[in-house]
């Protein structure tokens, strides 16, 4: 940079003590600048190897029950918020989110890259932020919170097929949905993204692809959800990870089977899994999900179909998962999309979700079980490259849940433009 500056300072200089004797000196060209800039070695702005990628989603929701405690309010909103507090309708800048990244390559070497994702936004506000608003100066609807989603090193041992290891904060491997609404099906999350496994995790995850068909995946990570290791007390805790994904050999069909279990110190049943979070209990906690998707090829490649089933148990007493204080939970979801054309398609998904005990982990409950459901229609219009358009319609039922009209059923209208790069 400094002899891009000296340079240009030259030639200005020459042409101005050229302009004092008399003489007109030549104007430089944009070829003479070009040159200059092309044999000056400045700041970087794409090394070698990283990639930014991302995408800008904003859009409008109409909660039809307005600001009341009906379940399509606490958890049908776009942005996961326990209680929408704006009434009926509301823009939502649901998230900017950056991700950079080296990945590793192919190569079955010892090699090292990173990985680091940041939202800002309305999301980010719920997953990193307080979904309540009861913390000092927080509101979960707020479009400048921001939330660190990962941030990992990863590296390959070159053991077998080779071993890969990310250290660090990442996302779960649990679960059909993900925290980027535009990878999803639908716009809204479902009830079991959001109450019944964990987003993320801080530690260690191994991964190693046995061959094309199976792929496994072991990992000690922290408390589900929070990037310490005490979760909400004193306690020390860990939790370990483990995965297997087994993928067709065609291609068009895989099915993924994943488990979570922690003996001490994880976030409460209300906050270990989903997007409420904030309590003060903790529990031992175990989760089994599994997942999978098939692309049938009589379709032509336009119809995808998928599931999603979990089944989970915590406990305040870590070592009895049966015993008092206990709460089973258990929840499926179906999902179907068409493509229509090469501008239009359609996705639905229909989700029922349970909990005994209480209902504490999605309540307040009324009875001894709390029962949610919901179904979602959503269509999608790809604009242009990069540019998706997609409108939805939701309804939510629930069982026993406390609160005037909290069972439903609750409707809801979303919109969503994405832009992705």
Same mark, same amino acid.
């Given at each position: 940079m400094n002899k891009l500056i000296a340079s240009l300072f030259a030639t200005a200089l020459a042409g101005s003590t050229s302009a004092f004797a008399g003489v007109a000196a030549p104007a430089p060209t944009a070829k003479d600048i070009a040159v200059v800039v092309d044999e000056v070695n400045y700041v970087e702005t794409a090394q070698k190897g990283i990639v930014l990628s991302g995408y800008v989603d904003a859009g409008y929701s109409y909660n039809f029950g307005g600001g009341s405690t009906i379940v399509g309010t606490k958890f049908g909103t776009p942005d996961g918020r326990a209680g929408?507090?704006?009434?009926r309708g509301?823009?939502?800048?649901?998230?900017?989110?950056?991700?950079?990244?080296?990945?590793?390559?192919?190569?079955?070497?010892?090699? %090292?890259?990173?990985?680091?994702?940041?939202?800002?936004?309305?999301?980010?506000?719920?997953?990193?932020?307080?979904?309540?608003?009861?913390?000092?100066?927080?509101?979960?609807?707020d479009s400048y919170s921001v939330f660190l989603e990962q941030a990992y090193a990863q590296f390959r041992l070159p053991f077998g097929n080779g071993i890969d290891i990310k250290v660090g904060k990442f996302v779960t491997t649990l679960g059909y949905e993900v925290i980027e609404r535009p990878a999803n099906l639908n716009i809204t999350y479902g009830n079991l993204f959001q109450n019944a496994i964990p987003l993320w995790h801080?530690?260690?995850?191994?991964s190693y692809k046995v061959n094309d068909v199976v792929d496994l995946k072991l990992g000690i990570v922290n408390a589900s959800n929070t990037d310490n290791a005490i979760g909400f007390n004193a306690d020390d805790n860990a939790s370990?990870?483990?995965?297997?994904?087994?993928?067709?050999?065609?291609?068009?069909?895989?099915i993924s089977q994943n488990v979570i279990y922690s003996i001490n110190g994880d976030s409460s049943p209300s906050t270990s899994e989903g997007l409420t979070l904030g309590t003060s209990d903790d529990a031992a906690l175990f989760v089994y999900d599994v997942w999978g998707n098939w692309t049938p090829k009589f379709a032509?490649?336009?119809?995808?179909?998928?599931?999603?089933?979990?089944?989970?148990?915590?406990?305040?007493n870590p070592l009895a998962i049966n015993g008092a204080g206990s709460e089973t939970f258990?929840? %499926?979801?179906?999902?179907?999309?068409?493509?229509?054309?090469?501008?239009?398609?359609?996705?639905?998904? %229909?989700?029922?979700?349970?909990?005994t005990d209480g209902g504490t982990k999605f309540g307040p409950a009324t009875g001894g079980n709390v029962d949610l459901w919901s179904y979602t229609l959503t269509a999608g219009f790809d604009i242009i490259e990069n540019l998706t358009l997609?409108?939805?319609?939701?309804?939510?039922? %629930?069982?026993?849940?406390?609160?005037?009209?909290?069972d439903g059923p609750a409707h809801m209208a979303v919109a969503e433009v994405v832009y992705s790069f």
């Open positions: 929408d507090n704006v009434p509301d823009f939502n800048l649901n998230a900017l989110k950056l991700a950079l990244e080296k990945p590793l390559s192919d190569e079955n070497k010892l090699q %090292a890259g990173f990985r680091a994702d940041i939202m800002i936004g309305e999301d980010a506000g719920i997953l990193g932020g307080d979904p309540n608003n009861v913390g000092p100066g927080v509101d979960a609807g801080t530690g260690v995850l191994s370990v990870l483990a995965g297997i994904n087994i993928t067709a050999p065609g291609g068009n069909a895989n032509n490649d336009k119809l995808l179909l998928a599931f999603n089933i979990d089944f989970g148990a915590y406990d305040t258990w929840g %499926a979801a179906l999902y179907a999309k068409y493509q229509f054309t090469d501008i239009f398609s359609l996705a639905g998904r %229909a989700d029922y979700l349970h909990g997609r409108a939805e319609y939701r309804v939510d039922y %629930a069982n026993d849940l406390v609160g005037v009209g909290a």
